[in-house]
Structure formats: C-alpha cells, structure tokens
C-alpha cells in the first residue's frame, strides 16, 4: 500500500490537485476537516509543492474543494458566496459491491446530456463508492448566477431522467442514490485525492470510456486517470439546456438561508420577464390575446438564444423543443410585427421557431405558471398591460427602443418596478 505522503507528494498528483483546486476553497480531512489556516484565512494552495506540505502538515489523507470558484479566495468572498462560477455536478452514490448501478445512471445521465447537445465539456469522477458526472463551468455563460445555472441544469436533468434513475435505484436494492447537492459551499473530492475511508484514488475519465471503468482503475499504486480533463470544454456548450432549465427552475437548496430563499423566489427570471413584456406589448398594440402570448413566448426564446449567438444563430440540433428556422416553409410566412421579423403560421397565426407554433398554452406553461409560482399571474398581467401602456407607440412599435426603454430597465427588479410600484404614471417605472 502506497503511504498517503508518498502519493501526495507524486509529481502528477500534486499537479493535478493543484490545477485543479485553483480558485476553489480547498478543504482537508483527516481526524478532522480543516477549511481554515492558522490566521483563520480559508486554505488554498499556493502552488503544486503546497500540496504535499499541506497533507502533512494537517495529517490529511482526503483533499476537497470547493465546486464554486471565486476570483480570490479570501474571507469577504466565501462568507459572501461571491462565485465567479460553479461546477454543475450529479451525485451517483452506491456500494462497492454494485458499483456497476454507479456506471449505469453515470450512463443515463451523460446520454440525456449529449441528446442535449452537451459531449465536450463532460468528464466523470470515481470518488470510491460512487461517480460524479461534472460539466465544466466554462460550458455556461454568464447571464445568470453561477450557482443558480448550475443548479437549474442539474435539478432540469435529474427531472428528465428521473423514471430511468428509480428503475436502476429499485434494481439495486435502494443502495443508488442520484442527488442534487448543489449549494453555495458544496465541496467535492479532487482528483487524486484518497477517499476519506477506502483505499481508493479519485480518478477522472472521459464519458467514452464508462462502458470499460472498474475500481481498479482507482488502486493508488496503479490508478488509471485522464489528466487535465476537467479543463476540456467548449464556450457555452450548456447554454440551449440552461434556456430550458431555467423555465423550469424551482430553487431548493438546503443550505440558502430563509431571506435569501425568499429573495430568490420572489425573482422572477429574465425569460419569463421578456415573455410577459412581450405579450403585454402585443397585446396593448392588436388587442388579440392568444396572440399576444404567441408572440411573448416566441420572442423571449429568440432573444435568450440571439443574447449568446447573435440575431442569426440556429441550433447544432432540433432534438429540443425549438429550433431557429433559417428559412420560411409552405406552412410559414415571414412577417413584421412592431419592428420584429418572425415567422407566423398560415393556418392558425400563431408565431413560430421551431417546428410548430408557439401556442397559447405554451406560454401558459412556460411563461405565466412560472410566475405563478411567485406572484399572483393576474397581477403581474394587469401590471405589465399598465405599464407597457405608459410608453408611446412609436415606443413599442420599435424593436430596439423596446428592448432599451421597456425591457432592460426592469429586466432584474420587475416585482419591485412593475408589481409594487408605489406611484402611478411613468415615474413610477424608471
């Protein structure tokens, strides 16, 4: 059996852990977990030498951190969760003795991702009695908050594939488990690091090599592991499943304290912000309402895609429930509606990206049974209807004017601007 200094102190090892770790608040267990350093400053490494001086000095032998990065990892920005980004991961926790069920729902989970157009920024992690399916954080942008896209995408996952998750569960006799345990300080085995109980390494490989893992690969004298995987990605890989995972995020971590669980429940999100403004203004300019939510759902999916890839951009698949047409069909024309060109459908008048119109209760799914959940939708319907009336028509009838004047101011506080407004008349929005 290797000794924990000798492994630690292996070149690769501690290059690894190193590279790895940057910008991650590091953590390091042995008879007790340790975060913090003698002047009470979070632990980091300093370089790749600092590992195996770290290990010895804290008598370690299992080296985490933390799933969140941050720009300097220093008192203020811990305490203060201030995450420049975040690893999306899936938590398969089994038994040594089935640990084929880890492999298994690692399989379902990365299936579900690649059909999502997800396959170069995925690696997978053998921490000892389970595997971690990880995505880069590169893979998402930065519209939203790190922690929240991270935790939307897996929740959105975890969701999709739930009924394959409990037949292998029930399969393996309750020992699988698949959990969401995304949360601000969530910390995670790094790689090559001990398990903090078996004498396992934990070892990183590609997706395309799940069908041949075992735990062998992970023995400490003879360890099988991809270096560098983690940094393998493509920019903004996840950004057509996070549009789609953030429809329907609903936030539930464990360790958000009770006013910040209301704060972020009572934000509603920019798709859902766009969709309602859009419809509204419809609405305010043709009166025909199944159109208008037509229309607010149809232009909230063009605008979260236009905001990553610009005006022209088609997805690289149609296996989601949208796709930018590129061209007008026989059942399609391409129409002006207040500065925006989309495409309408000839038989019904609805608006269309994709496949098929956007329809009314489309909108109702995406749009007002989202903000349902934090406000009344009535209300906020009622409130966006006033407010977009407060603006000129020359106004609304202008796309960028629109999106400049009406939209962008209340894209972030629309509760606080267009739901409680305290005084009427314009003033009230700006």
């Known amino acids: 059996m290797v000794s924990l200094f000798t492994h630690y102190n292996k070149d690769l090892v501690k290059r690894e852990i190193y590279n790895f770790s940057r910008q991650r608040w590091i953590a390091l267990y042995g008879n007790a977990m340790y975060r913090y350093d003698k002047k009470n400053n979070p632990l980091i490494f300093e370089n790749k030498d600092d590992v195996p001086k770290k290990v010895l000095m804290f008598n370690a032998r299992t080296v985490y951190a933390t799933a969140g990065k941050y720009e300097v990892v ?10 420049i980004a975040y690893t999306p991961f899936f938590d398969i926790d089994t038994k040594i003795d089935k640990w084929e069920y880890a492999t298994k729902a690692a399989e379902v989970i990365v299936s579900y991702l690649e059909k999502e157009g997800i396959d170069k920024s995925i690696y997978l992690v053998w921490s000892g009695e389970g595997i971690h399916v990880r995505i880069n954080e590169r893979a998402i942008g930065k519209t939203y908050d790190p922690l929240t896209a991270a935790h939307a995408i897996v929740q959105y996952v975890i969701n999709k594939t739930r009924d394959e998750l409990q037949k292998l569960s029930e399969s393996s006799g309750g020992v699988l488990k698949v959990e969401d345990l995304i949360d601000a300080k969530r910390i995670f085995t790094a790689p090559l690091s001990f398990h ?3 004498d396992y390494v934990t070892v990183c490989f590609s997706p395309d090599k799940l069908n041949k893992f075992s735990p062998e690969w992970a023995k400490p004298e003879s360890f099988i592991h991809e270096e560098g995987l983690y940094e393998r990605f493509e920019e903004n890989e996840a950004e057509d499943l996070l549009i789609k995972a953030i429809a329907e995020y609903k936030p539930t971590h464990e360790s958000v304290k009770i006013e910040e669980k209301k704060e972020i429940e009572g934000k509603i999100g920019r798709f859902q912000v766009m969709g309602i403004l859009q419809a509204a203004r419809y609405y305010v300019l043709f009166g025909d309402l199944d159109k208008a939510k037509s229309f607010g759902l149809n232009r909230a999916i063009f605008y979260a895609w ?3 890839y610009g005006k022209s951009y088609v997805p690289k698949t149609s296996k989601g429930m949208y796709k930018v047409p590129i061209e007008a069909k026989s059942d399609r024309k391409l129409v002006n509606v207040a500065g925006e060109e989309v495409y309408q459908d000839v038989e019904t008048g ?34 966006s209807v006033n407010y977009v009336s407060s603006f000129s028509r020359q106004t609304l009838i202008n796309q960028r004017e629109f999106y400049e004047k009406v939209y962008l101011p209340v894209r972030d506080k629309f509760v606080e601007k267009v739901i409680k407004r305290k005084k009427g008349g314009i003033d009230a929005f700006l």
């Open 196 to 198: 903090k109980e078996l």
């Open 350 to 383: 609805y608006f269309v990206i994709g496949d098929r119109p956007q329809r009314p209760e489309d909108y109702d799914k995406e749009i007002k049974d989202k903000i349902d959940h934090i406000i009344p939708y009535e209300e906020a319907w009622k409130a």
């Open 74 to 83: 220093n008192k203020e920005n811990v305490n203060s969760d201030k995450l």
């Open 306 to 308: 236009a905001k990553h």
